[in-house]
Structures are given as C-alpha cells and as structure tokens.
C-alpha cells in the first residue's frame, strides 16, 4: 500500500499541472472585434469608462442626443456625431493605459463654416493609414503650399511631431527622408520646395501614423469647450 502512494500523489500533481495550463491557455486569447454602444447625454458618457484589451478592434457605437465632436485623446482620433443617429468610431487598441476621451458639442452649421476641411486643419493635407515598424508613407509637396510652415505627428505618440517649411527658395526639390524613432521624428524640421517628396518611415517599435496639423494634446488652445465625459482603458492581453 505504502509503494502505491508516490504514484498516486504523481498522478494528482500531474492533473493538477495539466488543468493549470489549460486555465491559461483559455485565459489568453487572440484579439477580438467588440461592438460597444455608447450614449452620450450633456456633459457624461454612458459606460464612464470603456474597457478593453490591447489588439482589439474596436467599434464604438454612439448615440448622442446632441450633435458635436468625439476626441479619444493620445490616439488623437475625432468624429464629427450626428444629433440621435448612430455613428461608427473604429479603432484598433495598439496603446495601454488610461485615456481622456472628450466631446465638444457644436450647433449644426459650425462645421459649414469652420475650420474642418482646410488645409491648416488636422489632417486636411495628408493622412496615412497605420504604419507598422518598417513602413513608408510618401507625400509629394503641392504648389499651393507654398509659403506655409506644415505641422505633423503621429496619433499614438505625441513626440513623435515635427514641420515642414515649404518654399520657393529653399532650392530644394528632391527627396527628403523623416524617420520615426521611440525618441521623436529626425529631422524634426526640414525646408523643402514645391515638389519636393517626404518619405516618413516607422523604425519606431510600434505603429505610427503621419497626420498632418498638430497633434490634439499640443493644441488644447483650440478645443478649450471640450469636455472630459469619460476614459478608455486599454489593458495588456
């Protein structure tokens, strides 16, 4: 009886560890797609704060009752929202942490007649899809942009910003290389010249965008009637 007690107490252990592994198989998973409804009333935002994994593609599907402007800070994405009709907000949670998301509410015709759709507006010169560590993107300097001084970030890392200064003097109508690191963008400011191609690439560790305009947590200046309504939270997988 003695000699079968190792085995037994082996065979215990041996389950044990087995059903150990199978909870943290289970327990990691694979990023998901996540439809989450939310309702924006005056001045909150119904959940408070929305939680998900990082990697998940996420789609937030909101319902004001008044008409403004959606702002997850940090990824620096916006929408403009409809008053009581459902829009779409997708976005991919590459960064963890905790995340201001604001609104600022607007009457109907303020988009008419503002700032949205100009060139000096945030992204209304150029805007790249995400770029994973290695991409390119390639924007070629337009005539009309001459005399301008053209900001540019990335949304997921507000150091990583720099400008260009387009003009007819600045002889200089080749190729110019940006590169984004962990650190920032080098160069962080480059003359070109009408013409001139900007190639941006990501030899940062994660990806990037290029958006042109200023990065929203560099300008706050221009959204002072924000108003904080809740959080993202965006937790390891």
């Not at 996540?34 to 935002?45: F, Q, R, S």
């Not at 409809?82 to 998301?101: N, Q, S």
């Not at 190639?199 to 305009?213: D, F, K, L, P, R």
Request: hydrophobic residues 40%.
């Amino acid at each position: 009886m003695y000699l079968k007690k190792p085995r037994l107490t082996a065979f215990i252990v041996a389950v044990s560890l087995i059903v150990m592994l199978f909870a943290a198989a289970c327990s990691s998973s694979d990023p998901e797609a996540l439809d989450v409804p939310v309702a924006i009333e005056p001045g909150v935002m119904d959940p408070r704060t929305i939680k998900v994994k990082q990697g998940d593609m996420v789609t937030l599907k909101i319902l004001a009752d008044d008409g403004g402007e959606f702002h997850l800070h940090t990824y620096d994405i916006e929408a403009d929202i409809p008053t009581a009709r459902e829009t779409d907000f997708y976005f991919v949670a590459e960064a963890t942490g905790r995340f201001k998301i604001t609104y600022h509410p607007t009457a109907e015709d303020e988009h008419e007649d503002g700032e949205h759709g100009r060139d000096d507006a945030h992204g209304g010169i150029f805007k790249s899809e995400a770029l994973a560590p290695g991409d390119s993107f390639v924007f070629e300097v337009h005539e009309h942009l001459t005399g301008k001084t053209i900001s540019f970030h990335s949304h997921l890392r507000p150091a990583l910003n720099g400008s260009f200064i387009v003009s007819q003097a600045a002889g200089q109508t080749g190729s110019v290389d940006i590169e984004y690191t962990d650190e920032g963008a080098k160069p962080h400011k480059v003359n070109v010249g009408p013409g001139t191609v900007i190639t941006w690439v990501n030899n940062s560790s994660i990806s990037q965008t290029v958006i042109s305009g200023l990065h929203a947590d560099m300008a706050m200046n221009e959204h002072e009637e924000e108003i904080e309504i809740g959080l993202l939270e965006v937790q390891p997988r």
